[in-house]
C-alpha cells in the first residue's frame, strides 16, 4: 500500500511540474519584455513627428520657420557684439558692418543715431561703401535732413576711389543740377566717363547724349 501512495504520489509531483514549466513559457512568449516595450516606445516617439509633418505639411514647415528665425536671432545677437568689440579697436569694416546691424535693427533695436554715427566713423577712415551709404541717405533725404552740399561730398570721396556708383550719380548730380546745386556739364561728363570706362552701360549711354 505505502509503494502505491508513493507512486501516485509521484506522477502527480510530476503532473504540476509540467504545468508549471508550460505556464512559465506561456508567460514568457505572451508578454513582452520590458526593454521591448521601452524600444517600441521609442520607435514610435521617433516617427511621431515625421508621422505629424506627413499630416500637416503646412504646421511642420511654419514650424521649421519658426526655429530658423530663432536661431538667425540668436546668430545676429552675436554677431552684432562682435562687431561692437571690433569696432572699438577701430576695425572699420567691422564699424560699417555695426552700422548696417543697426539701421536694419538686426541683432539689436534699430538705432539710426547709432548707425549714422559708426557710417560717419567708418567713411571718415576710407570705407568706400559707408561714404556711398552717407551720400545717399543726404541725397534722399532718407532718416536724415536732406543735404545735397554732404550728399556730394560723400559721392566725391568715393567715387576719387573708383567707386562706380558714386561716380555715375555725381555725373547725374551735375547733368540736372539737383538740390539747389548749378548744372555744370563738364563736371558731369568727367564722372560719366570715369564710369563708362569701368563698364557701366547708362553712364556710357548719357556721356554720348552729352557729347552729341
Given amino acids: ?74 546668430d545676429n545677437k552675436e554677431l552684432f557684439h562682435q562687431l561692437k568689440e571690433r569696432s572699438s579697436q577701430r576695425d572699420v569694416k567691422a564699424q560699417f558692418e555695426l552700422a548696417e546691424m543697426y539701421i536694419q535693427g538686426k541683432g539689436t533695436t534699430k538705432d539710426i543715431t547709432q548707425a549714422i554715427k559708426w557710417y ?14 552717407l551720400a545717399d541717405m543726404h541725397f534722399k533725404g532718407k532718416d536724415v535732413v536732406q543735404n545735397v552740399t554732404k550728399a556730394i561730398k560723400w559721392y566725391s570721396r568715393a567715387a576719387q576711389k573708383g567707386n562706380v556708383k558714386a561716380q555715375f550719380r555725381l555725373g547725374r548730380i551735375y547733368e540736372k543740377g539737383k538740390g539747389g546745386v548749378e548744372k555744370d556739364l563738364a563736371q558731369a561728363r568727367e564722372w560719366y566717363h570715369k564710369a563708362a570706362e569701368q563698364g557701366h552701360k547708362k553712364a556710357k549711354k548719357k556721356l554720348e547724349q552729352l557729347q552729341n
Avoid at 513627428?49 to 528665425?69: L, M, V, Y
Fill in 1 to 74: 500500500m505505502e509503494i502505491i501512495i508513493a507512486i501516485v504520489s509521484a506522477i502527480v509531483a510530476g503532473f504540476f511540474g509540467l504545468a508549471s514549466v508550460w505556464y512559465e513559457h506561456y508567460l514568457d512568449t505572451s508578454e513582452p519584455s520590458k526593454s521591448a516595450v521601452t524600444e517600441v516606445s521609442q520607435q514610435n516617439s521617433e516617427a511621431l513627428p515625421q508621422i505629424q509633418a506627413t499630416q500637416n505639411p503646412e504646421a511642420a514647415s511654419r514650424q521649421n520657420q519658426n526655429d530658423s528665425e530663432v536661431d538667425n536671432e540668436v
Fill in 120 to 133: 560717419r566713423k567708418a567713411a571718415n577712415r576710407g570705407e568706400v561703401q559707408a561714404q556711398l551709404k
